[in-house]
């Protein structure tokens, strides 16, 4: 019953940025806790950003710390991932994913997910 949607993907040069939205229907929003994963060809889903339900706290990977920040919209049950300084190996397809309450780094933890959408960073 609860779905994920994101968009936002798309190509950008390195250098650029790119802000991503995944809209939540269906159950309660405001009770999840919401990560941002990505995964590339070849590779394992990573996990990339997490916010708690209320928006009050949020942890990112190393990897993208200083670059992306995720946000929520509790008002139109929207998770957004900002990106700026896009690299190349940031190209992967980003996940949205849902938990109810608690934050977690482990996507074995969610069990609601969006569709992806492709991030390509080109050099």
């Known amino acids: 019953q609860v779905q994920l949607v994101e968009s936002g993907g798309g190509l950008v040069q390195a250098g650029g940025s790119l802000r991503l939205s995944c809209v939540v229907s269906?159950?309660?929003?405001?009770?999840?806790?919401m990560a941002w994963f990505r995964q590339a060809p070849g590779k394992e889903r990573e996990f990339v950003a997490v916010?708690?339900?209320?928006?009050?706290?949020?942890n990112y990977a190393d990897s993208v710390k200083g670059r992306f920040t995720i946000s929520r919209d509790n008002t139109k049950n929207t998770v957004y991932l900002q990106m700026n300084s896009l690299k190349p190996e940031d190209t992967a397809v980003f996940y949205c994913?849902?938990?109810?309450?608690?934050?977690?780094?482990?996507?074995?933890?969610?069990?609601?997910w969006g569709q992806g959408t492709q991030v390509t960073v080109s050099s």
């Open positions: 994913a849902a938990r109810s309450i608690w934050t977690s780094k482990a996507s074995r933890d969610y069990t609601r």
């Open positions: 916010i708690s339900a209320t928006g009050g706290s949020s």
């Open positions: 269906g159950g309660t929003f405001t009770t999840y806790a």
